[in-house]
């Protein structure tokens, strides 16, 4: 390829960001970001609610959870117990 052709292909490339900045910067090339019309409020989030199934599902898993703990711990002083 030529070289005034990329020269000219890269100048309209320029050509189109230029106009992509401007659009958006608000159009008057100022720079500044248009304030907007209404002052925005942060929504705070609902308490989040857990169905009775869930929370006996979790119950269960921790209890086993517990049980394993504990016949491990059994089971290690039982075998220092034997030495």
Do not use: N, Y
């Not at 990329?6 to 960001?17: F, T």
């Not at 019309?37 to 119950?59: D, L």
Request: aromatic letters at 2%; a positive charge.
């Amino acid at each position: 390829m030529a070289m005034d052709k990329i020269v000219e292909l890269m100048i309209a490339e320029r050509d189109k960001l230029d106009a992509a900045i401007k659009l958006l910067r608000g159009g008057d090339g100022s720079g500044s970001i248009p304030s907007p019309k209404k002052s925005v409020q942060a929504v705070k989030p609902g308490k989040r609610v857990m169905s009775p199934e869930a929370k006996a599902k979790i119950a269960e898993a921790q209890r086993a959870r517990w049980a394993k703990t504990k016949k491990a711990a059994k089971k290690a002083t039982t075998v220092k117990r034997a030495e």
